[in-house]
């Protein structure tokens, strides 16, 4: 045991599901021995962490949105009148919407194309 070239060991516990989901992507990666998918994963597999920052920023428009479109309903309904300063904020509001989807839509797809490769 001295004469090993791997003289480090570690150990990790699964639960039933775990031990399913890891026993397929083993498979799927063609690899028979549980010990070299798992130094293979490790040391060249990536882990993917998003950066959620964009989509915080679309729920949050989205939001300023709808309140703003209850508020400018409310007051229709009350007075049968809308003011033009409530439509163009509302409408710059949807367009900086946009700006934002268009952009977390980029993001969205070059991580895509990076996880595709």
């Keep these: 045991m001295a004469n090993r070239r791997r003289s480090n060991f570690v150990a990790t516990r699964f639960s039933n599901e775990e031990m399913n989901i890891f026993t397929e992507k083993m498979q799927q990666a063609g690899i028979k021995s549980k010990d070299t998918y798992l130094r293979k994963m490790a040391l060249n597999g990536y882990i993917v962490r998003f950066d959620t ?3 915080r920023e679309l729920v949050r428009l989205i939001a300023n949105i709808s309140s703003n479109v209850n508020q400018i ?17 509302l409408h710059m509001q949807v367009h900086n919407l946009k700006t934002e989807a268009i952009e977390a839509v980029k993001i969205y797809r070059k ?7």
Excluded at 73 to 87: F, G, P, Q, T
């Design 53 to 55: 920052t964009e989509a």
């Design 73 to 89: 309903a409310k007051r229709a309904n009350e007075s049968r009148s809308v003011y033009a300063s409530d439509v163009q904020d």
């Design 111 to 117: 991580a895509q194309r990076f996880l595709n490769q």
